[in-house]
């Protein structure tokens, strides 16, 4: 089966890559646990230069990166280049501070001298998704590199160009070879890699289906897995907000990346004594972002990742009207070329239906009516997912004190939602386990073992 290139602005296949035969998969599973057998041995400071030298070769190349991520799915020049210095940033920062987080624990427990480390487990499986096809492979690359193990990459079949470069910029760092392989797979072959004992585990970014049969999969060969799954993040905007600051970073939340985000604010919770305000000044930023094309230095927006992704958006567009919401602005398939899908506001929609409660991949943001401060807390959390989420109040000290009980991983006063190298990124509930980045991510594939001296 043929892996495609297509580009979302012409709709035309760019390039076609034949999946990997059997043979050729286990060629690449057996190089990287070979690479293991040695990496695992390697020192701190051998793997910190590693990743300062991959920091390097990013920043150099962060052009060609760009001009992939526009052809595969889209993404404007200026946001793909800013993904992969943000991606240099993980390198540098594991380069830093990974070593002091991998330091043996001494304890005293009974008079014994004891011990608690953190030792390499073997080869992940990281399955990623297209939205991010840079980004979201280091940050989980990153950590588990740093930590001794090796990784093999199954990355979206739309965006192979991105996944071999991947592996190109390792081949081309000081990296010991085969230490990072991209596998050109169909989801299908996942469970035949996890088969292979020398994986001794699997991260995945992607939906909650996906995230359903993966995890399922390696449960099944008692392997650990970490989930980053879909989110429906509230912004919760009360009656003391900054209404016009709330509007604009709601609306750069919403519209980046053309809206296909995991954490992005998508459920607009506004107290009712600002609804009708806060509307207006919403719509009035999301009918201000232009679209573009990709290639275009100055676009701000591009088009969905593919065409098929936008008549999905549409069908659930449409639900959310049948059900009884309110279409603002926005809401129609432009004519012209390039999967472009406009800014969309929808209000009114009843709260308990279906279309209301689904994870709408795009940039349409649905607003609700809350009467106070804690029937907007009872909306946040009312939800199947919970990756995200932030609060906007003038109140500084209410707002930490309601984003402590919004169910979710990752909560922001006053600011917009986004992961960082320090902070421990994942969800809860439908929005997945385990945790991304910081010190937290380091030890996901690790053996925590304790030695002690009798």
Known sequence: MAIQSTNPMTGLVEKNFDEFISAQTYSAISAVQKSFSTWKLSSM??????????????????????????AEMGKPLKSGRAEVLKSATVCDFYADNGAAMLEPEPKTVDGMQCYVEYTP???????????????QVLRIAVPTLMAGNTVLLKHASNVPQCALALEEVFRDSIFPANVFRTLLIGAAQVEHVLDDDSVVGVCLTGSEAAGRMVAAAAGARLKKSVMELGGSDAFVVLADADLAKAAAIGTESRCSNAGQACIAAKRFIVHSDVYDEFIVKLQECMEAVPLGDPMDEETVMGPMASFQFREDLQAQVDA?????????????IPEGEGAFYPPTIISGVPFESKAGREEFFGPVALVFRAESEEQAMEMANDSSFGLGGSVWTGDEEKGLRLARRIEAGLVYVNGRVSSRPPLPFGGVKN????RELST??????????SVCIG
């Open 45 to 70: 400071d051998q793997r910190s230069d590693c990743l300062r030298n991959l920091a390097a070769l990013l920043r150099e190349r962060a052009d060609h990166f760009a001009g992939l991520m526009a």
């Open 121 to 135: 487990m073997g080869t992940v499986l990281a399955v990623m998704p297209w939205n991010y096809p840079v980004w």
């Open 320 to 332: 959310c009207i049948k059900a009884g919401g309110h279409l603002v602005t926005g809401g129609v």
């Open 431 to 434: 929005s997945g386990y385990g």
């Open 440 to 449: 937290y991510g380091i030890r996901e594939f690790v053996n925590v073992k």
